[in-house]
DNA sequence: CCTTGAACTCAAGTTCACTTCAACTTGAAC
DNA sequence: GTTCAAGTTGAAGTGAACTTGAGTTCAAGG
């Protein structure tokens, strides 16, 4: 590995868009890797800028830095996507993105119904229920999935 | 005001299914009101079941502490809403969850012609570019409106 | 050699929407 | 009058995903 080809913070900083401390933090939580200068400094190969933009398109489709750093280890060899595995991938956040969409599509209907009646009901208005609306339908019938949920600090599964 | 027709914390936090922090937080954020019994305990009114199932249905659309506190200022008299201000609100929400379910559906396009080139390139893949994608285009044609972006915690408007 | 900007580390701070805790008081029932 | 669930306060904690700051070192140019 040619020293001359390994890229400085700056350089993969603003190529990539990210923060510098964002890539620092990336690779504190092994999302990517870097060398090392003599003096201790970083050296990423260029490659790091492809898993950088794939953080950012993950990032985009909702995934968390757990979930992002599975997703690369599910990559054998841990490298960087091929155009095959991008295309496996993709097709996998294709669907969570229709189950996103599908959500509100099911919030706004909720809500056409509402202005019907105004009724914001306690009891019957699935808009203003509690968290366990629209149980009852079986599962995949919530209006809003998990995964869209407000990420509620410290809130565990109610007993 | 008769005091028999006011409602203690745990009638209101039972029946709104809000915990009690919950409704706390949300009196001293301005939320809702209440009164105090001689010995300082909160006393509800009926109403304020009603601004809860408001502020419910409004945290479900994804509007934030702040958002909700000024869409109750709105409302004329600082009242309840009534099924008039619900009509004109959720017409307003509609169109909100309709930017939101837009939003997604650009992403989703953008990653079904990901799936052809699978690039991820920085600098054509609006997928994998940087915060301004998709700017050029003219204000509205943003993948991601600001309101799905991620809460980034310390963000301000960059320079 | 000297300067200067880029980079380093580590700890602590930030936002949001609450929750949890500790220590104490109320109030309805018996 | 005793009991005890339900209520009170204020301070501190939570989790995610970084950022900020302080203090120090690196590396490239002149």
């Not at 490659?47 to 750093?69: H, K, P, Q, T, Y």
């Amino acid at each position: 590995m040619d020293p001359r080809d390994l890229l400085p913070m700056g350089e993969i900083s603003s190529r990539s868009g990210f923060a510098a401390s964002a890539i620092r933090y990336y690779e504190a939580e092994g999302l990517i890797e870097a060398h090392r200068s003599g003096g201790g400094q970083r050296r990423f190969e260029r490659s790091a800028l492809r898993r950088l933009a794939f953080i950012r398109a993950a990032s985009n489709v909702g995934l968390s830095i757990d979930e992002i750093r599975e997703e690369l280890a599910r990559l054998p060899d841990n490298r960087t996507p091929t155009k095959a595995d991008w295309h496996r991938i993709s097709k996998h956040w294709r669907a969570r993105l229709d189950e996103q969409i599908a959500a509100l599509e099911r919030l706004k209907s909720g809500l056409d119904s509402c202005i019907g009646c105004g009724c914001l009901s306690l009891r019957s208005c699935a808009f203003s229920n509690a968290g366990d609306w629209a149980a009852e339908q079986g599962p995949g019938a919530r209006l809003l999935p998990d995964s869209m949920r407000k990420p509620h600090p410290t809130r565990r599964t109610a007993g």
